[in-house]
């Protein structure tokens, strides 16, 4: 059977930590399903098909990656698809308080799906999808913390273009 790793987030947008962690895993597993979560209730601040477009960019020449979006809980998405492992980054310890308490419930309701933590590389750190969004909303160059390739044009926000 394949080894299958989801990993989850909300990618709003995917940065270069993000690129970071997944391209470090794929030695561990046969694919990674990178999961974008969607959220009827919750607004981003870019569309959904812009982050899954922008991932599917990034890894278009990677075979072991599929991008796919998913509507509530990566544990139900980890059935759905057979995959027995979560992917998480960790940057500092709030991440890690946060990630604990959400992995020690997914391991209590469901034994069998084990959760991997890669620490980020130390410049990888302070890159937050938070301040990214903060930068490009006040007309700033945030192409550092983003993965290369992209069309930076896509990133500026609907009112400013
Ligand atoms: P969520 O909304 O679920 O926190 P994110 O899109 O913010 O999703 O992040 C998805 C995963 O990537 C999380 O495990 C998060 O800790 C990790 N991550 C985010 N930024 C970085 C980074 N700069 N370096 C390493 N991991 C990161």
Not at 30 to 51: C, H, P, Q, T, Y
Request: with cysteine; hydrophobic share 40%.
């Amino acid at each position: 059977m394949d080894k299958s790793a989801i990993f989850p987030g909300s990618f709003d947008p995917f940065t270069i930590g993000h690129e970071s962690i997944v391209r470090r895993a794929l030695p561990m597993f046969d694919k990674i399903i990178i999961m974008v979560g969607f959220n009827a209730n919750k607004k981003s601040f870019f569309s959904l098909e812009k982050r899954v477009k922008w991932i599917n960019q990034v890894f278009q020449n990677e075979k072991k990656i599929e991008v796919r979006v998913h509507e509530g809980l990566t544990v139900d998405f980890c059935k759905e698809v057979g995959a027995r492992y979560i992917l998480r980054g960790l940057r500092t310890s709030s991440d890690f308080e946060y990630e604990r308490a959400i992995a020690q419930v997914n391991k209590k309701m469901h034994p069998e799906i084990e959760t991997i933590f890669l620490l980020t590389l130390p410049e990888h750190t302070p890159v937050n999808a938070t301040i990214i969004r903060d930068i490009v909303f006040h007309g700033g160059d945030a192409s550092m913390f983003l993965p290369k390739g992209l069309d930076l044009d896509e990133f500026k926000p609907e009112t400013k273009k």
